[in-house]
């Protein structure tokens, strides 16, 4: 696989603590590790998660001497631990179609990462249909249109400001008469009324249950990686709203906040199914992480 540039601004985060690579071992002390805190906690791991790091990897080794790349690999051994259990790629069913609704606030980068995903699946033989079901954003809409052209994967769109459990409706019942393997909808990410978002995505799933009572399969909540701290908030938002199965990390390319991934992992071991590492077309991987692990650490 190719290598992740998954929190590449990171390089280096441990350099800062040991000073030059050749510095000779240093003895493990508290002020290291308050160091490092600090450090983990910049990167945006949040406090928690930083504290338990922290104290994982002191375990046996308090005051005895250690090397700046011991401490690099063993913070990347303590990340990776937390992020394997996540690091899933999206289930597929035997459904037909497989309903997959991706929610997410306005900016977070949905609109692409269907594009992107519409694109893989079809690559791999799926035939997929998108659904614009943000109805009252006709550049969402035209955006995903875009992408579906990009993608070569139809896209069904409903007149600006119409019902989108309607369109979700349509869609569905077009996806089955085709056979598709995927449908794909995208939502409204309006967070400012919340309790009309709730209704409204309440909606699509309850129509799109009279067509099939199993879907939708997947609920993606796409975050913006550089949001830091504020995806936790996000996931908590959504998680009432919403029935979510799997996250999407978009803008891991260039971010020195990827350390919100491992706090988001810790609290809530929502699986982790792709990130987005840039704004083209095959700019969306697997979540690999030991890569990931080695990128954050420097
Ligand atoms: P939406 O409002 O949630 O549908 O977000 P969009 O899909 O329109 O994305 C918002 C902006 O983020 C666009 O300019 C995208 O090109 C950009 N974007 C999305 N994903 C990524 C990513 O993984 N990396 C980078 N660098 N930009 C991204």
């Known amino acids: 696989p190719a290598p992740q540039p998954a929190a590449p601004a990171q390089g280096g985060m441990l350099g800062r603590l040991f000073g030059r690579e050749e510095e000779p071992r240093r003895v493990l002390d508290d002020a290291m590790l308050e160091n490092l805190e600090e450090l983990l906690i910049q990167a945006d791991m949040g406090v928690e998660t930083a504290l338990r790091v922290t104290a994982n990897l002191a375990e046996g080794r308090f ?7 011991e401490i690099r690999e063993l913070l990347a051994d303590e990340i990776a631990r937390i992020m394997e259990p996540v690091a899933r790629p999206m289930p597929l069913y ?3 179609p497989q309903v997959v609704l991706v929610v997410g606030v306005n900016g977070s980068g949905k609109t692409t990462t269907i594009g992107k995903l519409a694109s893989q699946f079809r690559a791999a033989g799926k035939k ?3 659904a614009a079901g943000d109805t009252f954003r006709a550049a969402a809409v035209e955006q995903l249109q875009v992408w579906g052209e990009r993608a070569g994967v139809p896209v069904m769109t409903a007149p600006e400001g119409s019902d989108p459990a309607s369109l979700a409706f349509d869609a569905m019942t077009r996806a089955q008469e085709e056979g598709a393997d995927l449908l794909m909808i995208d939502t409204a990410g309006r967070l400012q009324n919340r309790a009309d978002l709730m209704e409204e995505l309440a909606k699509i799933v309850r ?5 099939d009572p199993s879907a939708p ?3 993606l909540l796409v975050l913006d990686a550089t949001t830091g701290q504020n995806a936790l908030s996000q996931v908590e938002t959504f998680r009432k709203l919403a029935d979510v199965s799997g996250l999407v990390m978009t803008k891991l390319d260039g971010t020195a906040r990827g350390g ?17 590492v840039g704004e083209q077309i095959d700019d969306l991987q697997p979540f ?3 890569d990931f692990a080695r990128a954050l650490t420097g």
Do not use: E, M, Y
Not at 63 to 69: E, F, P, T, Y
Not at 207 to 211: A, D, G, M, N, S
Not at 263 to 268: G, H
């Open 217 to 219: 399969h997947n609920t």
């Open 128 to 130: 997929v249909v998108i």
């Open 63 to 69: 005051g005895k001497r250690v090397s700046a790349q």
């Open 94 to 96: 035997p459904s037909r």
């Open 260 to 276: 919100v991934l491992v706090a988001l992992a810790d609290r809530f071991g929502l699986p982790i199914h792709a990130i987005g």
């Open 288 to 290: 690999d992480p030991r």
């Open 207 to 211: 129509v799109i249950r009279k067509k």
